[in-house]
């Protein structure tokens, strides 16, 4: 029996540049879909803003893509997921959040059950990580860190500024002293900065990337009756609510091996 094909594009939001990794990983995973971005970068970070002002910026921004005739939404923002997880949420096509994937990436990924995560404030407040984990497994130990000034790094291109090492060292050294053996980059920006990350974590340490988790999460959805595939990839839209320079330099690097077309600025309200 031939599967069912919905050639609307996928949706994903984030507060910048950092779902672009989600983006990333879903063009290589899904070579057969189209995709809409949208970077909210008039109004980034989310990571230290209320849960109410996020729950704002997540419902414009999900009814935004949804006026753009995409047949599934992913939240590529970890901030912004946790408040999804948190509320009980209605929208016209299915919602994604980077959040639950992650957790069960992690639980596969780690022989001894302790997990270090690393997050911005708002999700390592909420503890959306340690609440999937346990959720799934309640014999875990998960050790949280606020990375509160990695966004802003990756925001202005530093990745590999010998500043961001630093701050880097500073934030997963403590993390590492609880003896864990996974470690969640629990912010979509947080792959960008996993040289340094792995520096500092060393070579015993499992990564988990949420970008790749989600991608893996839509591709097993694919056919089931939630999503269907594409039969083509026919459009790669990146919007944002402001456009700057630095923006295009860091997307471009992000994004590599595929090619960025021309950002557009849009208005979602």
């Not at 984030?14 to 779902?19: R, Y």
């Amino acid at each position: 029996m031939e599967t069912k094909k919905d050639d609307r594009p996928i949706g994903l939001f984030d507060s910048g540049i950092g779902g672009l990794t989600v983006l990333r990983s879903l063009m290589t995973q899904l070579p057969s879909e189209s995709f809409i971005y949208l970077g909210d970068t008039a109004r980034l970070p989310y990571g230290n803003k209320s849960p109410a002002t996020i729950e704002r910026y997540l419902t414009q921004n999900i009814h935004f893509l949804e006026r753009q005739g995409v047949k599934a939404v992913v939240v590529a923002c970890n901030t912004a997921s946790t408040v999804l997880l948190d509320r009980k949420m209605d929208f016209n096509v299915p919602v994604y959040n980077v959040i639950e994937p992650g957790a069960q990436a992690a639980l596969k990924a780690s022989s001894g059950k302790r997990i270090g995560v690393l997050g911005t404030k708002a999700t390592v407040a909420a503890k959306a990580y340690v609440n999937a984990i346990l959720k799934l497994e309640g014999g875990a130990q998960v050790f949280q860190q606020a990375c509160p000034l990695l966004v802003p790094l990756v925001e202005e291109g530093w990745e590999d500024d010998p500043l961001t090492n630093l701050v880097i060292y500073r934030y997963v050294n403590p993390i590492l002293q609880n003896g864990i053996d996974t470690l969640i980059l629990g912010c979509t920006h947080y792959p960008a900065l996993r040289g340094g990350i792995g520096r500092v974590a060393g070579p015993n340490i499992q990564l988990v990337d949420s970008a790749e988790a989600i991608a893996f999460a839509i591709t097993q959805d694919m056919g089931t009756g939630r999503i269907y595939p594409s039969s083509q990839r026919t459009e790669l839209k990146l919007l944002t609510t402001d456009v700057s320079p630095s923006f295009v330099e860091v997307a471009t690097r992000l994004m590599r091996p595929h090619a960025i077309p021309a950002l557009q600025e849009v208005d979602i309200g």
